[in-house]
T-cell receptor
Framework: ETGVTQTPRHLVMGMTNKKSLKCEQHLGHNAMYWYKQSAKKPLELMFVYSLEERVENNSVPSRFSPECPNSSHLFLHLHTLQPEDSALYLC????????????FGPGTRLTVT | AQSVAQPEDQVNVAEGNPLTVKCTYSVSGNPYLFWYVQYPNRGLQFLLKYITGDNLVKGSYGFEAEFNKSQTSFHLKKPSALVSDSALYFCAVRDSYSNYQLIWGAGTKLIIKP
């Protein structure tokens, strides 16, 4: 595997389900990010981790819970989501936190029914 | 307020013609500027960036971008478009307060017609 991988690629879940999104980066980067992408809107930064420490939580509802067990892995735990949470969730990594380009995974297409 | 604007939702270009995708920004201090491309069902791919130096930046797949400080613009260009360039293009600028967050444009859909 190379670059940034995400699983699953597609997920359909009910409002009462609990699921997790997984991201893994094979680039030796120190920073990882979760974004939400909705159609025709700018990317929304959700969470940022640097060296496994969370440095940003952009007013994200508590039904989204991130976890970064090491510098290569990032999870997004989901529970009691709402239909408006349906979107493409993108994971990214960068070599360091400041001023560097980010490398993105293919995303997880989430549909909440 | 800091912002990025991509004034065109969609740009249509004939194959072989030059293309331009526009981006203007508003940030404090010196901007770090980025262009990314997103192909269908894929994540975003980094194309190029401007941090300092030459105002004309060259990137992947034959793309280049011109930084214009007086017009606060960073337009993406390519001399001769390919059908395979059809994709969604995003401009972003580093948030000068947080130093790491990117402020994103809403994206421009580029359609190259044969």
């Amino acid at each position: 595997e190379t670059g940034v991988t995400q699983t699953p690629r597609h997920l359909v879940m009910g409002m009462t389900n609990k699921k997790s999104l997984k991201c893994e980066q094979h680039l030796g980067h120190n920073a990882m990010y979760w974004y939400k992408q909705s159609a025709k809107k700018p990317l929304e930064l959700m969470f940022v981790y640097s060296l496994e420490e969370r440095v940003e939580n952009n007013s994200v509802p508590s039904r989204f819970s991130p976890e970064c067990p090491n510098s290569s892995h990032l999870f997004l735990h989901l529970h009691t989501l709402q239909p408006e949470d349906s979107a493409l969730y993108l994971c990214a990594s960068s070599q360091e936190l400041a001023g560097r380009e980010q490398y993105f995974g293919p995303g997880t297409r989430l549909t909440v029914t | 307020a800091q912002s990025v604007a991509q004034p065109e939702d969609q740009v249509n270009v004939a194959e072989g013609n030059p293309l331009t995708v526009k981006c203007t920004y508003s940030v404090s201090g010196n901007p770090y500027l980025f262009w990314y491309v997103q192909y269908p069902n894929r994540g975003l791919q980094f194309l190029l960036k401007y941090i300092t130096g030459d105002n004309l930046v060259k990137g992947s797949y034959g793309f280049e971008a011109e930084f214009n400080k007086s017009q606060t613009s960073f337009h993406l260009k390519k001399p001769s478009a390919l059908v395979s360039d059809s994709a969604l293009y995003f401009c972003a600028v580093r948030d000068s307060y947080s130093n790491y967050q990117l402020i994103w444009g809403a994206g421009t859909k580029l359609i190259i017609k044969p």
